[in-house]
Every structure is written in C-alpha cells, then in structure tokens.
C-alpha cells in the first residue's frame, strides 16, 4: 500500500451497504421483535427470557474479541476480512431461520432449542460482523470517505429497520393467519433469503487497500495491550455499550406500548415507518454534518437531543397518536444524524492506535468495539425484560395493570433516555478532535509510503 486512496467509487459504497442490510434483518428483529416473539408466540416467561437475553448475549459477546484476532490473522487472495462474508453467508441465513422457528417441543425441550438456535445465532452474527465491519477501516485511508461508506452502511440498516419495523408485524399476520408461529418463520424465512444473497453481493465488490506494515511484529498479548492503552477506544467501548443499550431497552418495549398503553398494536407500524424515514433523511445529512463539525461534537449533540426527546415521551399521553409520531420523527431524525459516525470512529481508533505504536490490528480494535455493542444488546435486552417483570408486566395478560402500564411508559422514555444521555456524557472524553483526526490520517498516508 502505497500513497493516499482516491475516492471510492458509488458501487463499491453501495456494494457494502448491502451487507449491513442483509445482517439487519436479524439485528432488526433481535432490538424490536425478540421479546414478542418469545414471550407471545415461542411461550416462554418474561424471566426465562430475560435470563437467556442476559446469558447467551453475554456468553457470545466475548467471541466477537476472539473473531477479531481470527480475522486479523487471516489470509487469502481475497483479503482478511472479504473472505468471512463468503464463508457465513449461507450459515448466517440458516441459522436466522431456525431461530425464528417454533417447535413441537416439550417444555423444556423447547427451552433448550430455543437457547441453542439463539446462542448459534449470535455467534454467526459475530463472524460475519466482526470481519465486515472492520472492512471500513481498510477500504480507504480517508476519514471523511471512511464516514461516508459507513453513511451509505447506516443507510442500508435502517432501510432493513424500516422494513422490519413496519412491514414484520403485518407480514406474520398475513403469512401465518391465527399461526403466528408459522408467521414469524415465514416472514424471517423471506428476510434471510435476501440476506445470503446481499453478504454475496458485498463480498464481490468490495475492496481491502489497507495493509499492515508487513515488518510489524504482533502477538494476541501485544494487541491486546495496546487496546487497552488507546483512550479513544475506551471512551468509544463505553459509549457504545450505552448507546447499545438505550436502543434495546427503547426497541423491545414499544411494541408493548402500542398494544397495552396506546391500545392499538398496529400503530407500532406506523410509528417506525414515519420514524425511520425520518432516521434516513438523518443518516444521508451525516456526511455533510461531519465535515463541518467533526465527529466527536456531532455524536455528542446527537445523543444528548436522542435522549431527551426519548424522556419527552413521557409527558405525551399514549393515545396521542400524531404528536408521538411527530415526535419520534424529530427524535430519529436527530439520532440518524450521528447514525454512520460510531462506525466510522472504529476506523478512526483503529489508526490512533497505528499513529501512537506503528502497529495496527483493524479487527481487533473493531471487534473490541462491536463486543460492547452486544454487551449493551444484551443488556438492553435483559433489563427491558427484567423492568417489564418488575412492574407486573405480563405477556398473557389481558389486561395490563396500571403499574404495569406505567412501568411500559417509563421504561420506553425516561429509562432508555438515561441510557442516551450516558453516551453524550461518555463521549466528552474522546480525545481524537476533527483536526487530530486529520493529522493522524496525513501522517499515515506519509508512513505507508514506505510500506
């Protein structure tokens, strides 16, 4: 590698943009449909879930470390990170299904599928994710295209976010009838279909450029040291954990919301579609947004306004059906602004990392920040389970309490709110600036030119 990488081309953007469509699909449906399904239609207790969300998300989210090094130490024709598209393509789309799939099971047999799909989901999630998103860090040199492949990434995931949001509910309806067991198998069936073929997509227009100095020396333990040594990714592990968190929390409750506050589950629908049209118009402002305010203040302000429209939620009453949408449009559109820049920073402390050692480990540093995204995802999950059991939530109830309704209510609000607001205060502390950002990035291009 050799001098700085022009421009990408729109292909190859829009290429690798179909491979976070196709991962969302499952990731989607775990933030907004994994309680509903497993409460309502699997049969399993707000408890059992809560436990396997807990366990399995936290059990599995100390792979995606361990595929980091795996896929930093990987070589083919193809690159390191390429390769792992083609290789979990079809797994990944198998395994989605069956998670999705309602068996005849016993009590406890279906106890034991339903942990074993979920535990193999997860960890397919994490070797196809790991090496794709570290993809980013190794197409371009250029911190400004960096946020712009991850633009057209983030624009793809909440395309997948839209589809899901909106169109999932009313698919397993159609598709199952009364069954909604055979709905959501159907419904994610058609998704994960699509998903095989957009990680093949992905995999055959992308490009790595991006090549460690074949002098450098590393070792696990090495890695592992300088992680821990580079602040920016400490400060980006724990605004990731709380940004991840907040969505989980936010996404497994408003269904619930709708259905037992608002009385009307089908709005949930069109919550998310008003919504994430708002959250993409967000995403394709990001770019310009960045440039004129680097990345650090434009997450900063993001998450801070994300988290009090989340809180002002609260002070709506639930059957105020436009000015919760309008809100939740005003709301995404904000958090959509900041939607590629977490992505895009991987790369970032991945070259801070670089600049400060001269030795770089893209996968590790990127897979050490995804495992905090499944930590918050786990989190999320398990303390929107566990805040709903708190307050008397129950999923065959008839009738909610009126704790258990305001428990739904908090909970969508001021809880995941708090969870927003933890990231802004998080993000603070992250040192790299706009202009450091540049000069790190003007003096690799310089260093490289030796490789």
């Known amino acids: 590698m050799s001098g700085k990488v022009k421009g990408l081309a729109f292909s190859e953007k829009f290429g690798y943009g179909l491979g976070d469509l196709a991962a969302n699909f499952v990731f989607q449906a775990l933030m907004a449909l994994q309680l509903d399904f497993y409460t309502k239609t699997y049969g399993l207790t707000a408890a059992q879930t809560s436990l396997m969300f807990l366990v399995v998300g936290l059990s599995s989210a100390c792979f995606n470390p361990v595929m980091g090094v795996i896929a930093d130490r990987t070589q083919t024709r193809w690159g390191r990170f390429r390769p ?25 047999g279906k106890l034991v599928y339903a942990w074993s799909t979920y535990l193999l989901l997860r960890l397919i999630y994490a070797a196809n994710n790991v090496p794709y998103a570290s993809l980013n860090g190794v197409m371009t040199d250029d911190p400004n295209e960096r946020n712009s492949i991850a633009t057209y ?112 589950r089908l709005i949930f629908s069109w919550f998310n579609g008003f919504g994430l049209i708002s959250l993409l118009a967000g995403v394709a402002c990001s ?89 918050g995802v786990a989190l999320g ?23 258990a309704l305001e428990g739904i209510r908090l909970t969508a609000s001021v809880y995941s709110g708090a969870a927003f607001l933890a990231a802004a205060v998080c993000l603070l502390f992250y040192g ?13 291009t310089e260093r490289r030119k030796s490789f």
């Open 84 to 108: 792992w598209l083609l290789w979990t393509s079809v797994p990944f789309g198998v395994i989605g299904i069956l998670t999705f799939t309602t068996p005849n099971f016993s009590p406890m």
């Open 153 to 264: 990434r983030q624009m793809f995931a909440n395309t997948a976010g839209f589809i899901v949001g909106s169109l999932a509910v009313p698919m397993v309806k159609f598709l199952g009838g009364n069954n909604s067991a055979r709905g959501y198998q159907l419904t994610m069936g058609s998704f994960l279909s699509l998903s095989i073929v957009l990680f093949l997509i992905a995999f055959a227009v992308t490009k790595e450029r991006i090549q460690p100095d074949a002098r450098q020396q590393t070792s696990v333990g090495g890695d592992l040291r300088d992680l821990m040594h580079n602040g920016p990714w400490v400060t980006l592990f724990l605004v990731t954990v709380f940004y991840f968190t907040a969505l989980l929390i936010r996404g497994n409750v408003m269904l619930p919301y709708f259905e037992n506050c608002a009385g009307n």
């Open 381 to 403: 999950g398990a303390v929107a389970s566990w805040l709903l059991g708190l307050y008397g939530y129950s999923s065959t109830a008839a009738v909610q309490s009126a704790h």
């Open 432 to 444: 790299i600036s706009m202009k450091l950002n540049l000069t790190i990035s003007h003096d690799l």
């Open 287 to 375: 770019t310009a947004l960045v440039k004129k305010m680097g990345k650090r203040t434009l997450f900063f302000w993001s998450m801070l306004l994300t988290g009090l429209f989340c809180i002002a939620l609260y002070f709506f009453p639930p059957t105020a059906t436009v000015p919760i949408i309008t809100l939740e449009v005003v709301r995404q559109f904000v958090y959509g602004c900041s939607g590629p820049v977490l992505w895009s920073m991987m790369g970032d402390v991945a070259d801070f990392g670089e600049w400060k050692t001269g030795r770089r480990a893209t996968a590790t540093v990127t897979s050490a920040v995804v495992f905090a995204l499944w930590v």
